[in-house]
């Protein structure tokens, strides 16, 4: 099984920060990497999906890049909508498997 | 408006079964794969089972095998698994998903899980 390791697990923003979570995986996956925000209570929701192709209606300021075995999940100027979980999740092989997630607090 | 509505979840004992299903609508079922994702509560996302748009190929998770059975009927839009010997860590909230295959900038097949339902709230406690 691929095994995808989130940092940081956590962080705490401001609303217009910069904020970069990463992905690393047990082995290379090219760029079968898609990225989900969840917030509590709901269903996760497709952000980016094979690394960095932006999910239609998601906005621009999320953006992800990376191939191989290290990837990015960025947001240029987090609003306060923002605020939620992210994880990341390899489409390369089956099992499918998710990172840990990494929850994005106010600071 | 693409939709997937989980049911059938609810409280039940160490060693019962509980079925659950997931219905369609709003896009063509019988074209995507379907997937159950499962999550405890407190804690992130685990995949549990796969099943191919016309049901011929299906996968699990380690920790389901031979307990679990997924299943779907493209005639009703209606995707199920079927849980058997249940035990307190499949305690989760379960969620269906539609896998979507895309074409990447290289012509390669990709793929996400682009639809979820709400999920369905499984408890297995005594």
């Known amino acids: 099984d691929i095994q995808m390791t989130q940092s940081p697990s956590s962080l705490s923003a401001s609303v217009g920060d910069r904020v970069t979570i990463t992905c690393r995986t047990s082995?290379?996956?090219?760029?079968?990497l898609n990225w989900y925000q969840q917030k509590p209570g709901k269903a996760p929701k497709l952000l980016i999906y094979?690394?960095?192709s932006l999910e239609s209606g998601v906005p621009s300021r999320f953006s992800g890049s990376g191939s191989g075995t290290d990837f990015t999940l960025t947001i240029s100027s987090l609003q306060p909508e923002d605020f939620a979980t992210y994880y990341c999740?390899?489409?390369?092989?089956?099992?499918?498997?998710f990172g840990q997630g990494t929850k994005v607090e106010i600071k | 408006e693409e939709q997937l509505v989980e049911s059938g979840g609810g409280l039940v004992q160490p060693g019962g079964s509980l079925r659950l299903s997931c219905a369609a609508s709003?896009?063509?079922?019988?074209?995507?794969?379907m997937h159950w994702v499962r999550q405890a509560p407190g804690k992130g996302l685990v995949w549990v089972s796969r099943?191919?748009?016309?049901?011929?190929?299906?996968s699990y998770a380690d920790s389901v095998k031979g307990r679990f059975t997924i299943s779907r009927d493209n005639a009703k839009n209606t995707l199920y698994v079927q849980m058997n010997s249940l035990r307190a860590e499949d305690t989760a909230v379960y969620y269906c998903?539609?896998?979507?295959?895309?074409?990447?900038?290289?012509?390669?097949?990709?793929?996400?899980?682009?639809?979820w339902g709400q999920g369905t709230m499984v408890t297995v406690s005594s």
């Open positions: 998903a539609a896998e979507k295959y895309y074409y990447d900038s290289s012509g390669y097949l990709v793929s996400a899980f682009d639809i």
């Open positions: 709003g896009f063509t079922f019988s074209t995507y794969w």
């Open positions: 082995q290379s996956i090219s760029s079968y």
């Open positions: 099943i191919k748009s016309d049901g011929s190929s299906i």
């Open positions: 094979v690394a960095s």
């Open positions: 999740q390899q489409s390369y092989s089956i099992p499918r498997t």
